[in-house]
């Protein structure tokens, strides 16, 4: 773990309320895998006092970028940051996604919302000749990262849930299909997956039912991501894990989840 002043870049909107920051950090950019995190400052005074998680969007060189939404008084803070200011990061942080494995196994990537964001790095890690990118989003102007995952070899796949952009409906949905169509080929699969609590849910039922290995990446809220306040702490077959931590990507055999969840 290192803590580091970092230099801005850049810090662009890309679409909607979705932005792309990019920060030159030599050293954080060598030791960070994909599924693991940066704990950001956004600001200088104590307004908000706790650091805010993002996720490694993908590595160039020295410069490491993240993707994020302008959802509240943190990304706010964050996206007022301009080219030539400094961002305090600690990171990388937490346990990142397995990506060891044969090259010819197929590799499925899908991604709910912002949660396509740790996808791009991985896939630029992956092995595999035959990846496939699922991507979720509401409507169409909230798709993102198609053209990227393109220009990275991936068989690119939309699904909005209005129909405006590819699949119409939810893209587990859309997982079923594309598992369904590969089927007669019994090529072995691995699904990678970060998005909403609800989305990884139902990918690692649809994964148990198909006997295929998973792995997803948990959006839980943290508070100081180093696994001392316990404060993103969940149930697992291996007892409780702290997301941040053991997390935040887990092996779809250890998640246990709720009755009531969605």
Not at 109 to 130: D, E, M, Y
């Amino acid at each position: 773990m290192l803590q580091i002043k970092a230099r801005i870049i850049s810090n662009k909107r890309c679409k909607g309320n979705y932005r792309h920051c990019i920060v030159n950090a030599k050293s954080l950019a060598k030791a960070s895998n994909p599924g693991q995190f940066l704990n950001i400052r956004v600001s200088d005074g104590l307004k908000p006092f706790l650091r805010r998680p993002f996720s490694v969007h993908n590595i160039n060189g020295s410069n490491l970028e993240i993707l994020y939404e302008v959802a509240g008084e943190g990304t706010k803070l964050l996206a007022d940051k301009n080219p030539g200011e400094y961002l305090d990061i600690i990171g990388p942080l937490g346990h990142g996604f397995d990506c060891r494995q044969e090259a010819n196994r197929q590799t499925i990537l899908i991604g709910g919302g912002i949660g396509i964001a740790p996808l791009l790095f991985l896939s630029r890690k992956i092995k595999s000749k035959n990846k496939i990118a699922l991507i979720g989003a509401r409507t169409k102007s909230q798709v993102l990262c198609e053209k990227e995952f393109r220009s990275l070899g991936c068989d690119v796949k939309i699904a909005t849930d209005d129909g405006s952009a590819g699949f119409k409906g939810r893209v587990t949905a859309l997982l079923k299909k594309v598992l369904q169509a590969n089927r007669p080929t019994g090529q072995q699969v691995t699904i990678y997956a970060c998005g909403p609590r609800s989305m990884l849910k139902a990918v690692c039922s649809i994964a148990m039912q198909n006997n295929i290995p998973a792995q997803v990446s948990l959006e839980e809220h943290m508070s100081c991501g180093i696994g001392a306040c316990l404060g993103c702490v969940i149930k697992t077959r291996k007892g409780l894990e702290r997301v941040c931590k053991e997390g935040p990507v887990f092996n779809r055999e250890d998640l246990t989840w709720g009755k009531n969840e969605n």
